[in-house]
């Protein structure tokens, strides 16, 4: 006889697999998320139209399959075939998707569609629905019927929507989990969904089995349908829904904002997005389960609804103040960190915490009021799954139209701040809709509550303060290893960020975008700001913004039409039009970016008022792959890969698809960076680069910066060709800005050539669509804030034996004059130009023909110290000085360099000699007229140190004066000066005056100690000399 199965058993059988269920969902709509970017793009428009398919598809299932489990004698098998369809769907959608991407491209393609067209966005829908509607119709089905199965009774109900809505927020959380941080890392996309799909015949198989299984009998005679009528009217039944409806949208607002306002915080990694996701449906999940506790012992539901909504309001209205303080508050708490493999998990909680705290309170409210919406809603048990589909359908539509309203209307047009506050609006809305339905409310009472509503708008107006841009364009992200920048308190941070102008800051529909100066008076720089990450300069980066635009057009022989991959300031698309080009295409992702880079015009030359410009808005792989253009040179400078979506423009499709784009003997430059990446992950980019290409050379415009050049032919670099392109005086101008005069300095910018490429990245991964490595690997490498060093051992320029290199045929053919070897020299030890060690080899060769050359040696000089040559440095300097007597910044040098000698050499044995030091200092400054503060910094520094401190004390405040006066140099710190001169007074017993002068190096600098400890010393000093005896 076969065993009889309890239904309780059944219940916790199904629950437990409605939470890998729901765990399940999320992995899908994550993995299928991606997959469709990769073709209809990650713009917000394409983002919107896919989660619009998706969730507009778990509506309709929800209400369908809601009204279908009603009439259904087996509901448990009905769930069970909808979990095997969901997997059979997933098994098949690679291949379904793979002929939908084929029919979307070739429908462009044949009627030359505008890429970034409304027709276009029109078939990115249709294909996103085509794609997901028949899988979300079966995943919007198991909620309500099992609902209905697992309700024998009306007053079961409200627990058991309840119970059901946590397991499935609870399960996505998990699935959030799983898929954000280990299946796609660790086996790729079409891993991930064939285990998902996998697992849901596993569901739906053993779903199908307890259907088919002999269970316990209940009572199933049918409740007469008056119960839940005679408790609820219609009017609070329809009140209901529309307030499922309204906290979907509300919750969608908040949802989208919140992301919004956490990324240039927290960084838009994908554990970034991860997070924030599994902070919002966590509390919801949360609110779920402690309603289930007691919606049935509630005596008034739509009081209770009504309260949900209204704590929703005053707890988004008494957290919205403390938004301003959680950029200051997540450096605070990241910056404690050691950078290291152990704390990185500690980072990723500090960046979950953040957002869970502001989400929290919240969202535990919308996963109550949502149960009790549904429990309002249920007439009877005869239409349960009906009632509860219809809810769940509202609610879901409300989301979708909550999710389109914030990203493509509120924000653009309000801002992340004031759309919030429609949000809360929204759910002060609902809550009063459910009070005027009760007809327990008198009308004093209606007043009351609108004169409360209209103080409480009154008193948020006058005492919350707007957001200050600068804070918000901060980026603290990036800033977290800073410690001893890191501000003492939230005042500090904020004074610091209004030193910087904000000159344009707009919350667009793809990104917040700004545009910052900052720097002297004598030194101004421009700043764009991408979602709070530096992403273009007018000073730092011009380098190689320009020469991503001049080398590769240098290197054609007649380039006449490009496409450049990312617009930032413009300056790489102006360069490109120093050539005489046909057409330049460029493909930006943000039109924020595009109205921003007219702040850049005195750099960029106004590049979107050339008529040769056609500038596109759309996502640059979903372009590539519809575009009918071929180019002569594709230049991409896309944004770091740790960024999410950011690492679809560092695959083998990818390159490939550039490489399709190109016309014979064309040119493709990738941008890469060398800081915040480790060497394994350099390598893989390289190597899937050079997988596409059978010609790679890498090029270093800038010391932290390279280009990969790819080609199918190899380049031919002829002097003479090049040298006529850099005759175009527009060319020649644009190059002369950035140190470049003639072409053997911009063939020196040549890294590895072809065949030392090959030997450098080896054999190993590609970084793929399917398993795209990069974009999970880098944001740790990001954290770590690790450098390249293994490239440095094959850069061709700093070896003897390389053959292949341009430099090296050209110097054993005697075909560089002396002066293009200067040219060599000075431009890479520029500031943040080229290879400093390279560039010091070629000027120190140099020097032995040209040994009273003062620019040479006082390059040399400079350069040395950076190197930490610090012997090299003192012997530049002494030739200097011998040359120049009356420079008094090589005398300052020279005498401290040689005292800083003198003294590492000090000990009880021996006696350093500093009158010749001290001589040399004064010199310079009489020299300078005592204007200049670094002089009297460095005597007051010798005197101190030599404990000479009544001589210090003068030169200490003399140093003051002269940096009030004048402009001081901003690598000296006001605090130490202070500190010093305090300790020079206490030294020589002049105790009441050092205590002020202490105090001022801890006013100047919170965040010193010693000053401090100091001050302290120095007041419980004062305090026992006046003590009574």
Not at 114 to 143: A, E, N, Q, R
């Amino acid at each position: 006889m076969a065993k009889t199965l309890s239904r309780n058993a059944v219940h916790t059988s199904i629950s437990i697999l409605f939470v890998i269920s729901g765990a399940l969902g999320l992995v899908y709509q994550i993995v299928w998320f991606k997959y469709l970017s990769l073709f209809l793009g990650n713009t917000t428009y394409a983002q919107t139209v896919v989660l619009a398919t998706f969730m507009g598809g778990l509506a309709l299932g929800s209400a369908w399959w809601g009204r279908k489990v009603d009439r259904v004698k087996y509901p448990l098998r009905l769930y069970a075939i909808l979990e095997l369809g969901i997997g059979v769907y997933g098994l098949l959608y690679p291949q379904i998707l793979a002929m939908l991407k084929s029919a979307f491209i070739s429908i462009i393609v044949s009627l030359q569609l505008p890429s970034d067209g409304t027709t276009v966005l029109l078939l990115k829908f249709l294909t996103s629905l085509c794609s997901l509607l028949i899988p979300t119709i079966l995943m919007g089905g198991p909620l309500p019927i099992l609902v209905r199965f697992i309700s024998d009774k009306m007053e079961e109900s409200g627990k058991n929507i309840a119970v059901l809505y946590f397991l499935n927020s609870f399960g996505a959380v998990a699935g959030s989990l799983l898929a954000g941080f280990f299946f796609i890392r660790l086996i790729g996309l079409s891993a991930t969904i064939a285990t998902a799909a996998v697992m849901n015949l596993f569901i739906g198989g053993l779903a199908l089995l307890l259907s088919l299984a002999k269970t316990e009998q209940t009572d199933t005679t049918v409740e007469p349908p008056m119960d839940s009528e005679i408790i609820f009217s219609r009017r609070q039944v329809m009140v209901a829904i529309i307030v499922a409806g309204i906290s979907g949208f509300a919750s969608m607002i908040y949802e989208v904002t919140w992301v919004r306002f956490l990324i240039p915080v927290l960084g838009s990694s994908t554990y970034s997005f991860s997070l924030m996701l599994v902070a919002f449906i966590f509390g919801i999940s949360i609110g779920s389960l402690l309603v289930s506790s007691f919606i049935e012992r509630s005596k008034n539901l739509p009081l209770l609804l009504a309260w949900t909504q209204g704590a929703i309001v005053c707890s988004m209205l008494a957290t919205l103040p403390f938004y301003a303080r959680i950029p200051y508050e997540f450096w605070k708490a990241a910056s404690i960190l050691v950078r290291s493999d152990a704390t990185y998990p500690i980072f990723l909680i500090i960046q979950f915490m953040i957002g869970f705290a502001i989400m929290v309170v919240p969202t535990i409210f919308f996963g109550m009021s949502l149960p009790v919406a549904t429990r309002i809603a249920s007439r009877g048990i005869h239409v349960l799954g009906k009632s509860v589909g219809n809810v769940f359908a509202v609610n879901t539509l409300g989301a979708v139209l909550g999710s389109l309203a914030a990203g493509l209307l509120l924000i653009p047009l309000l801002g992340v701040r004031h759309s919030i506050e429609i949000g809360i609006g929204c759910n002060l809305l609902a809550a009063i809709l459910i009070i005027l339905s009760t007809n327990s409310i008198s009308r004093r009472q209606i007043v009351d509550a609108f004169l409360a509503i209209v103080v409480l708008a009154a008193l948020y107006s006058v005492f919350v303060p707007s957001w200050n841009s600068g804070v918000m364009l901060s980026g603290v992200f990036r800033r977290i290893h800073q410690v001893d920048q890191a501000p003492a308190s939230f005042t500090e941070f904020v004074n610091h960020e209004k030193q910087r102008d904000v000159l344009y800051y707009k919350e667009g529909t793809t990104a917040t975008i700004g545009v910052i100066e900052s720097g002297t008076k004598n030194k101004k720089q421009r700043i764009l700001i991408v979602n709070g990450k530096v992403d273009a300069t007018s000073i730092n980066d011009l380098s190689t913004q320009v020469l991503l635009g001049q080398l590769p057009c240098a290197l054609h022989e007649n380039p006449q039409d490009a496409l450049v991959i990312g617009l930032g300031s413009g300056v790489t698309l102006g360069s490109v039009l120093t050539y005489p080009m046909k057409r330049v295409d460029c493909v930006e992702i943000s039109k924020e970016v595009a109205e921003a880079a007219a702040y850049f015009e005195e750099v960029n030359h106004r590049p979107l008022s050339d008529p040769r410009t056609h500038l596109f808005i759309e996502d640059a792989l979903a372009y590539l792959k519809i575009t009918p253009r071929h180019y002569d040179i594709i230049i991409s400078e896309p944004s770091n890969p740790w960024i999410a979506g950011i690492g679809n423009l560092y695959t083998t499709e990818y390159f490939e698809e550039c490489k399709r784009r190109l016309n014979p003997g064309g040119l493709m430059v990738q941008w890469f960076h060398l800081y915040e990446m480790n060497d394994d992950l350099m390598k893989l980019v390289v190597r899937t680069f050079q997988s596409s290409f059978d010609y790679v050379s890498i090029w270093q415009p800038q010391t932290k910066d390279v280009m990969l050049i790819g080609s199918q032919t190899p380049l031919v670099l002829e002097l003479n060709s090049i040298t006529a392109h850099l005759t175009k005086q527009s060319v020649r101008d644009d190059l002369l800005r950035i140190n470049i005069p003639d072409a053997p300095t911009l063939l020196s910018l040549e890294m590895l050539s072809p065949e030392t490429v090959l030997r450098y990245v080896g054999a190993g991964d590609l970084n793929t669509e399917d398993r795209p490595w990069l974009e999970y690997a880098a944001p740790k490498s990001f954290f770590l804030g690790t450098g390249i060093s293994e490239i440095y051992r094959f850069d061709e320029r700093m070896r003897s034996d390389s053959v292949g290199h341009i430099l090296r045929i050209l110097l054993n053919k005697k075909l560089l004059t002396d002066e293009q070897l200067r040219h060599i020299g000075f431009f890479h030890t520029e500031d943040q130009q080229g290879n400093l060690q390279f560039g010091y080899a070629v000027l120190a060769e140099l020097q032995k023909k040209y040994q009273k050359d003062k620019s040479l040696l006082a390059r040399l000089a400079e350069t040395a110290e950076l190197l930490s040559l610090t012997g090299d440095a003192l012997t530049w300097y002494e030739q200097l000085a011998a040359l120049d007597p009356a420079n008094p910044d090589v005398l300052e040098k020279y005498a401290w360099l040689k005292y800083s000698g003198d003294r590492s050499r000090k000990s009880m044995l021996t006696h350093i000699d500093t009158r010749e030091s001290e001589t040399l200092f004064k010199k310079s400054i009489s020299l300078a007229k005592d204007t200049v503060d670094r002089y009297r910094l460095r005597l007051a520094d010798l005197y101190y140190e030599t404990q000479r401190y009544a001589d210090a004390a003068e030169h200490y405040l003399r140093t003051i004066q002269i940096r009030n006066k004048y402009e001081g140099a901003k690598n000296i710190r006001d605090d130490i000066v202070f500190l010093h001169l305090a300790n020079s007074l206490h030294q020589i017993g002049k105790d009441d005056r050092a205590i002020g002068y202490a105090v001022q190096a801890v006013n100047c600098n919170p965040q010193n100690q010693e000053a401090k400890d100091f001050v302290y010393d120095l007041w419980t000093r004062g305090m026992n000399k006046v003590k009574p005896k």
